[in-house]
Nanobody
């Protein structure tokens, strides 16, 4: 069973930065896409950023220019660098990986809390 373990969340003041990591238990080459999602209290889980096997990235409009998704294939780790954080970025952040074999399977981490104070 694939395991995704997030780390790096915490409390930061508005305007500050945090870096999230997601360590995968398997070679991330086997995933055709990986990404970060977030869920704030009372809201649905939403896409933050994705990166596909070619290296192409995609961002939610709300984080473009502030967040950067990247991966280190040698370390089987996905990253999210978050700069100029805003209180509305407060949420639980989840790592996601997608593998395709006849159908797409989604794998999720346990989530890490990010709190941005004003």
């Amino acid at each position: 069973q694939v395991q995704l373990v997030e780390s790096g969340g915490g409390l930061v003041q508005a305007g500050g930065s945090l870096s999230l990591s997601c360590a995968a238990s398997e070679n991330i080459f086997t995933f055709y896409a990986m990404g970060w999602y977030r869920q704030a209290p009372g809201r649905q889980r939403e896409l933050v950023a994705t990166i596909i096997s070619s290296g192409n990235t995609n961002y939610a409009d709300s984080v473009k220019g502030r967040f950067t998704i990247s991966r280190d294939n040698a370390k089987n780790t996905l990253y999210l660098q978050m700069n100029r954080l805003k209180p509305e970025d407060t949420a639980v952040y989840y790592c996601n990986a997608k593998r395709y074999f006849l159908a797409t399977t989604d794998y999720w981490g346990q989530g890490t809390q990010v709190t941005v104070s004003s």
